[in-house]
């Protein structure tokens, strides 16, 4: 029993009659707290009190503080006359101010805060506090009201907590979800399991409204137990709910299902939502768990500068080192060429947090580091093969091309395998075209075909990292074929995509591939002096080609064959590092589009 929040017994009449009594106890100067089931008929017909009102909903059972924020919002100026240390603590909490450090337990001294706010408008009449709906009360606000209403009764303040259910179903099921939260983040398959059954009973109750949590612990379980298909065909459901009837509470579980399925725009989308939402309801900074899903969307998506200012804005919600952001601040740092930052941040992540999605992700930073830095055995050490293992899903490809650096055939093609399991199932182009570059390391005859279909496949969008990466492969395997021109466009390719990502060692790497191939620096992005390199039959070729003039067009237009229009764009192509039509966007190019083309 709570002795600062007393349960009444279910029963109308009986409900009615304590909140008489604690409206009256209020009104002559000596309130209390009382939670109730149901909503009392007197709740109906308050008279000479001030009604502070919040009304909760299960989509914000899980946000910290939201019915807290829900109360004090319209008297939020009100906190500046608070003493200045309670006050710091009640705008932490609702993310109004970086968090504080209260050296005592912090739900008291919110309560604390939180009490003198309610004195304070209780000044000029008695005070009601009525939450209602409060069985989908959050559990810190439900903590900090508990503390406020231990001074209650001496002040004209009545805090009525209605709506609560008997049993607590909501707040059981509020802790299932951060149980099997727990449980996925540290990689302990009986507890999410557990965590299941127990939501699938609790939902017996509540039906409905706790379907998609049901269907999101389902696909955390599947992907744990190592079915990816299944686990990824949930996920993408999950990934598809329209957003625009998607509760704020569910848009963080929508893009983490969209990140782990491979989907980066929608996990972007889902996560953006989420940080905007955030902000608009609360005029604050976003927690860093859905700070977290956006800047990893960022960073996949090849959003960099975006990525950063997120971090640094997660970094102002949180106190001290924060794995996550630590986590994929390393990555960025890794890309960039900030070796010593980045794995100082990596090795902290991996000392201290048991954090499975955190801790693939500073590994993921120290392969990138091995990779470009010519250590492949380092990674291959860092690799747990084990199965279920879904969080490193996105480090296999490094370990296929670091296996194939030592000679490790047999570990290679197991790592590829998983990849393609995964991306079989997501069904996404970047991820089918990363199986088809793998393949292509893994073979000796073959491998061009392999590096083509890649290629064609990054053209369909996704991952720009991915893509530089294949064109820097395609060219050296092209450059030790002996086929220097063709390397070279690939490789001007992966310096310039590179380049964008601001993934400086890399884009060294590529081109001192160039300078092996007998070519120097690769011309500026602009491509103003690449076309000084043309032909002047080839400069008219290209012009019309990227007007969107077919081969035969372009040889009507200049008198000669289809065939010839060809030949003169494959010679060109290379001289301006491009491999496709598509990609003559980029160069200053004045001629008019062809019109009256056939259909």
């Known amino acids: 029993m709570d002795p600062n929040v007393r349960r009444v017994p279910p029963g109308r009449a009986a409900a009615d009659a304590e909140v008489e009594r604690l409206l009256a106890r209020a009104r002559n100067g000596s309130g209390g707290a009382i939670a109730v089931t149901g909503r009392p008929a007197p709740l109906g017909r308050v008279t000479g009190m001030h009604v502070l009102r919040a009304t909760c909903v299960c989509d914000e059972a899980d946000v910290p503080f939201a019915a807290l924020h829900l109360l004090v919002a319209p008297h939020l100026h009100r906190l500046a006359s608070l003493p200045r240390h309670g006050a710091d603590a009640l705008r932490a909490a609702l993310g109004m101010a970086p968090p504080h450090d209260t050296g005592m337990g912090e739900s008291s001294v919110i309560g604390n805060a939180l009490l003198a706010l ?4 209780a000044e000029r009449e008695p005070l009601l506090c009525l939450v209602e709906d409060a069985r989908w009360m959050d559990r810190p606000s439900y903590e900090v009201l508990r503390s406020a209403a231990s001074g209650a009764g001496d002040h004209p303040i009545a805090i009525v907590l209605a709506g609560c259910g008997a049993d607590d179903q909501a707040s059981r099921v509020a802790g299932l979800m951060d149980v099997a939260r727990g449980a996925r983040a540290s990689g302990d398959l009986g507890a999410l399991r557990e965590a299941g059954r127990a939501l699938a009973a609790e939902s017996l109750g509540l039906g409905d ?36 009837r998607c509760p704020p509470r569910l848009l963080p579980l929508v893009a983490d299902a ?33 700070l977290l899903l956006l800047v990893r969307a960022q960073i996949l998506r090849g959003a960099h500068p975006e990525a950063r200012a997120l971090i640094a804005e997660g970094r102002t919600a949180v106190r001290g080192p924060h794995a996550g952001l630590d986590a994929l601040d390393a990555c960025l740092a890794a890309m960039r060429g900030d070796a010593e930052c980045a794995r100082a941040l990596a090795g902290a992540v991996l000392r201290t947090s048991d954090d499975l999605a955190a801790r693939s992700w500073a590994q993921e930073a120290l392969d990138l580091l091995d990779l470009v830095g010519g250590a492949p055995e380092r990674l291959l050490a860092r690799h747990d093969p084990e199965p279920g293992r879904f969080a490193e899903v996105t480090r296999l490809a490094g370990v296929v091309e670091a296996a194939v650096a030592v000679g490790g055939l047999g570990q290679a093609r197991d790592a590829a395998a998983a990849f393609e399991r995964f991306a079989d199932a997501c069904g996404h ?10 393949r292509a390391l893994m073979v000796g005859d073959g491998a061009e075909e392999h590096f083509e279909r890649a290629v064609r496949l990054h053209r369909k969008g996704g991952r720009p990292f991915e893509r530089a990466r294949t064109d820097l492969l395609y060219g050296q395997w092209l450059r030790a074929e002996r086929r220097r021109d063709e390397a070279r466009v690939r490789l001007v390719s992966a310096v310039d995509l590179f380049e964008r990502l601001d993934a400086a060692p890399w884009a060294e790497l590529a081109r001192g591939e160039l300078r092996a191939a007998g070519y120097g620096e690769p011309a500026p992005p602009d491509g103003g002096d690449r076309l000084g390199r043309l032909s002047p039959h080839e400069l008219k070729v290209v012009r019309l080609a990227a007007a969107g003039a077919t081969n035969r067009e372009i040889g009507a237009r200049l008198s000669v064959s289809h065939r010839t229009v060809g030949y003169h764009l494959n010679k060109a192509f290379p001289k301006l590092g491009v491999a496709s039509r598509l990609e003559l966007a980029r160069f200053a190019l004045d001629e008019p589009r062809v019109e009256g083309r056939a259909s």
């Open 118 to 121: 309610l004195v304070g408008l």
């Open 258 to 290: 969209a990140l782990l399925a491979g989907d980066d725009e929608a996990a972007a989308d889902a996560a953006a939502l989420a940080v905007l939402g955030w902000r608009h309801r609360r005029g604050a900074v976003a927690p860093p768990g859905a």
């Open 209 to 244: 409204p706790l379907r998609r949590d049901r269907l999101v612990v389902q696909s955390w379980t599947a992907l744990a137990e190592g079915d990816t298909a299944t686990g990824l065909r949930m996920l993408r459901g999950i990934a598809g709910w329209p957003l625009d």
């Open 429 to 438: 182009p970047w991820a089918q075209a990363v199986v088809a570059r793998c």
